[in-house]
């Protein structure tokens, strides 16, 4: 099993969607978690209004501190992906084990002006466009990527044009 940590400065929207993507993508290759340099504290009602109209689980989903998972007990992570800018700009903690990172930046769902059909619908883009990254990871070859290559690879699932 590998651990991965999503990262966004609020930790209530994308990277709980990336965190709920991999659980149900990754399932019994992948441990999936989130976290935030500045979490909200709740996650916005429009992801999980989403996820649960896609029948994903939403229970255990929580805006936490990244702090979390920078202490000695905590599960040790394989990659670590930032999903927003702001995320990617900030120092981050020191992971333990030395994780694979990359960034996989997506406009933020959250600050999008307009009606609710306009605000649903650009959290219906970050879940494509996140869907469509969790897939080109789930699918990759880990056991036989050299880091190098691995480091390329991911590098390249952040630059994915999503349609």
Known sequence: MKNVLFL???????????EAVLARAG???????SAGSMPNGKVHPFALDLLK????????LRSKSWDEFAVPDAPVMDFVFTVCDNARD????VWPG???????????????DGSEAVKRDAFAQTMRDMTRRVS????????????????ARLDNIGRTEDV
């Open 90 to 93: 900030e120092a981050c903690p």
């Open 98 to 112: 030395q994780p694979v990172t990359a960034h996989w930046g997506i406009p933020d769902p959250a600050t999008v």
């Open 27 to 33: 399932a019994g290759r992948f441990n999936a978690f």
């Open 8 to 18: 966004c400065t609020g930790n209530s929207a994308r990277s709980i969607i990336a």
């Open 53 to 60: 109209l896609q029948n994903f689980p939403t229970d255990t």
């Open 136 to 151: 080109l990871l789930v699918n990759l070859p880990l056991d036989r990527l050299d880091n190098l290559s691995l480091q």
